[in-house]
Nanobody
């Protein structure tokens, strides 16, 4: 069974920083594109950042220049460094990955369980 587990959420003051991690585990052959999404209270889930298998990145406009997505392929982990946090960044953050599973080599889209980030003074 393949799963993603996020960590690193919490309460931070405006202007502060947090680093989220998302580790994949299980019988994994390969991990393709990895994503961070977020869902603010009472709102729809939105795509925040994307990183391909060769580390090409993309961001939603509201986080450009403040957030950085990265990955460590040896650890099957994706990170989201969040700087200059604003109250409007408050949300549950989810990671998602496109994973080739062993031993049947099936391609899966796997979600993590989410981690809460609260930006407040």
């Amino acid at each position: 069974q393949v799963q993603l587990v996020e960590s690193g959420g919490g309460l931070v003051q405006p202007g502060g920083s947090l680093r989220l991690s998302c580790a994949a585990s299980g019988n994994i052959v390969n991990i393709w594109t990895m994503y961070w999404y977020r869902q603010p209270p009472g709102k729809q889930r939105e795509l925040v950042a994307t990183i391909t298998s060769n580390s090409l990145t993309d961001y939603t406009d509201s986080v450009k220049g403040r957030f950085t997505i990265s990955r460590d392929n040896a650890k099957n982990t994706v990170y989201l460094q969040m700087n200059s946090l604003k109250p409007e960044d408050t949300a549950v953050y989810y990671c998602k990955a496109q994973i080739k599973r062993g031993p049947d080599y099936r391609n899966l889209e796997v979600w993590g369980q989410g981690t809460l980030v609260t930006v407040s003074s």
